[in-house]
């Protein structure tokens, strides 16, 4: 339906487009929010939603009942509050330039791994402020997150800062490592490492009111991970976290459709070598289209005989993928059936499937990557265009 817009709307898009539809985007937030229920839905837009572009998905996703809003740094959380966004936001990974102040300031609530507890008492004293902070506990994956050894000594500093009125520890959280592998039993003894910290958080006199865990994998799959408020990105922009399964199977619609427009086609020989290395050949007389995205628009250049559909049909890339551009083989059956020439003719890289356009997934195996680095890759250069907005 909302592809099938694309070709017929009378509305043009740019020759370049990553169309987002925020009716699927509102559709996602609606799914998981039910899934979690009672737990909350903290929306996570860090790296410009995805790709998606963070502005509309934020407004969308408060819009269909997320009730929070997750970046990694404080400068993104801060553009949230520059447009007026008031959504209790959590920003999770600092470095010591971040600005704290400017987050206290605009009511962001900062995640807490250890280090960051003084600064942020400082920046807080200085204006008279209560910092609102979530302790993060290392509960397994080993990046960021206060070690158990530690976190007696955290929870009792934070403890102490609250009774001065710097801070107030609004969350404790955590972060999973195998939750796209449903059965790991990784996730349990994560769980239960979890639980362990809030215990004693409690036990040093802290109140926290959300617990979370869950990022989408957990959402999906495991609701001993739900606690009281879960962090979903992936899912919101109706992408898999699964390996075996698909958006569909998890009634997700992917947001975001890449198209643009052939901007060359061509009758080759055989033996024609097609672009940079000439490691493709024809090996017939053929008919070659030029599709108008490469490596600078996001596309990865390793993702040869990635699918591109035009006019119906879906062809792999062939040859290498350079800066701006990339070739597909038409043969010489589809040239015939187009009447001659597709050049103008709109070509779809990935879509949500309604009119058989690929997947971000099957790019993402052409690429030797997830589905994650496909859509948060999709350079500036490409403009975003909303639809149902
Ligand atoms: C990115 C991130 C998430 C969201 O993960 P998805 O797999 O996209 O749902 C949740 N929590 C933290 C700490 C993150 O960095």
Known sequence: MKSAALSTSTERLPERAAVIDLAAIRHNVR??????????????????AYGHGV??????????????????????ALALRAVSIHAPVLAWLHTTDSDFHAAIAADIDLGCSGWELPRIVAAAQQQRKTARIHLKIDSGLGRNGCTPEDWADLVNSARQAELTGSVTVV??????????????????????????AVARAQQAGLRPVVRHLANSAGVLS?????FDLVRAGLAIYGLSPFA??????LGLRPAMTLRTLVSVCKDVPVDQGVSYGLNYRTAAPTTLALIPLGYADGIPRIATGGPVRVNGVTYPVVG?????????????AA??????????????????????????????AAAGTINYEVVTRISPRVPRVYRNV
């Open 244 to 249: 075996d399964q698909t958006s569909t199977d």
């Open 335 to 364: 040239l015939v059936a187009s009447g001659g020439s597709v050049i103008g003719a709109e070509a779809v890289l990935f879509g949500p499937g309604d009119d058989g356009e690929a997947s971000v997934d099957e790019w993402a």
């Open 55 to 76: 502005l509309p998905v934020a407004r969308a996703a408060l819009e269909a009942g997320a009730q929070w809003l997750g970046v990694a740094h404080v400068s993104e």
């Open 31 to 48: 799914q998981l929010v039910q899934l979690a229920a009672p737990a909350r839905l903290m929306a996570v837009v860090k790296a410009d």
């Open 320 to 332: 290498r993928i350079a800066m701006d551009q990339m070739v597909i083989d038409l043969g010489e």
């Open 171 to 196: 969350g404790i959280f955590s972060h999973l490592a195998v939750a796209d592998e449903p059965s790991r039993v990784e996730t349990d003894e994560q769980i239960a490492a979890f639980t362990m």
């Open 222 to 226: 495991r609701p001993d991970t739900h």
